[in-house]
């Protein structure tokens, strides 16, 4: 024999040597924390979906676990089998540590076949070790042999062998566990604030729909909530709280498709009313065929699910959200096109989600080829990272643009709140001007009738000012004090020439500049004109007099007008006990005035008593609340 024959044979031997090895028995000697299951595993891709007895009649299907194996991906679900014996004086309690999968379930067999499972999709009190769902507990006796098979499976994606199965005891797993949570600190941080920020905007804006009532809120609010459940459903699988999700937990990863679909109805028909699109817009028909097509694919994949297995409806789902993201890029660009004063937001929004979810899905490359190789991704390259950072901008957007539109209902009904107080105001001078005017006409008749020509000429050009300035200030919804003084010295002239025996008095604070405050149009000379005609008219004895003062009084301003006629008690007899049509209508004024200018005028009117108690004359109070005034400051504009 050559020499190249017997290196050839040595190699041969060899080969065979390390076959045999990579599929030979695991012995346990001695207790250890975690022994390496990769040179005892054999793998089989099963794509017949065979049971457990026809793999144990079908075991030539085997073949042993390579080292290309470790990095491998797989569509279909595996087997893997090991055999183990212990020579350990005790019993070993270890853990068989497997792949990310929706199930696994695991068969032990020894002196009794053991049935065991875990898995992403079962529930925790089903699983053999419940801390976490990548586990399973085996307990080894004494010269025992065991032969360990199981089956991984995932029914969304594809089953990735990222670790080394491998066998270690519950401490060990539980430093690693504890290891990985502070080597990930940042990145549990990062989820909390993620979860944290959408749940405090849905607190939000449920108190804005309490408060405001509008529909559109609710659209947002479902439109966040299944924002929330998406990104949950896989922050709860590796977690403690998978149990928050109760009966839905067995559906969690079926309902990813419908959860996007939902995602993306809930946000049509919210930008609908956001924008408060109608029929004649090109907008309005974009978002209603998205509306279509999304309800046709959504009601397709439900009759494909029902009818065959999920894997083929959720084929359909993967080619369909394509035709979701094409249509959310021609929404964007319609939405440059849009007259409306949120239409930046709308804008700014879809642009953030679009280049997050560009980024995004670049790096799934960059992420695959770490999953490949067994490490941990980097927080900044982690492509599902950006998806979360780009639905979280979105929803802050919109927040903002909602609470713009609150704000803009809100000044449309105060603006039509304010339209219809003015006009309410405005008739009130109108019915106020005629009621003036008509006890002016009929002293200038008495002035005539009597011969008194100078005085109803001197009454007429009086009377004529007095018009003027009248009109000149019935247009207004409010003037300075210094006018409506003005206005009021000129009535009492003019009421002077009917009352000669009437004396009155203006006393003003000089420290007041009554140009900077605003009251309403003729408040002051309504007050003028019932201490004429219903107190000083029927008082019979002694000299008539009516003062009108200004001054500061607590840091407000206090118009008061004083009068020694015969007091309300004994005018009110006089007329029937009416109150007077005048005080009604200043009454309402200066409550319409208060809501338009939120001012806090108002006014009272109380007998003056002498020593006996007896009426002497009515005092009427107008308080302005108002601060010292400068000469730059002004209370009601």
Known sequence: MTQTSKYLLFVFFLCMRITDVSASKLLITEEVEVLELFPYLEIYEDENSMTFEEIRQNEGVFRAFEEDDRGRTSRKPNWLRFEVEQQVEDTLNLLLRIMDSDYTDVWILSDTLIKLRTGNLVKREERSYQSTIDHVRLDFLKNKNYQIYYRVERVNGVVRFRYPPCLMTESYEREGRIEKYFKRRKYSLLYTAFFGAIFIIMILVLAQKIQYGEQFSWYYLFYISAIFFYFFRGFSSSTQFDFLLGPLWQWREHLHAPTTYTIYLFFTLFLIDFLELKRPQKMHY?????IVYISFCFLLFLIIWSLSDYHYAYAF?????????ILSCIVL????????????????????????????????????????????????????????????GDIVCFYLGLNKKYQLAQEAKKEALQQLNETELKALKAQMNPHFISNCVTSLKALIAKGQQKEAIFYTDKFAQLMRMSLALSDEKSISLEEELEFCELYLILEKLRFPQVEYAFHLDPKIDTSFIQIPPMILQIFLENALQHGLKHQTKGKKTIELSVTYEKENIVCRIIDNGIGRKKSQKLNGNRRSFGTRLTQQKIEVFNKIYDAKIDFSINDCLDKKNEVMGTEVLIYLEQKKPTNAQNYFD
Do not use: C, E
């Not at 789902?317 to 993201?325: N, V």
């Not at 695959?368 to 927080?379: A, E, V």
């Open 333 to 392: 660009v319609f939405s440059f096109r849009v007259q409306h004063p949120l239409r930046n937001y709308v804008i700014v929004s879809l642009l953030f989600v679009v280049i997050m979810g560009t980024v995004a899905i670049g790096l799934r490359p960059i992420n695959q080829k770490y999953r490949l190789l067994g490490q941990d991704i980097p927080n900044y390259l982690y492509s599902l990272n950006y998806f979360r950072l780009g639905f979280l």
């Open 286 to 290: 974009l978002l209603r065929g998205v």
């Open 317 to 325: 789902f993967r080619a369909t959200r394509w035709g979701l993201a």
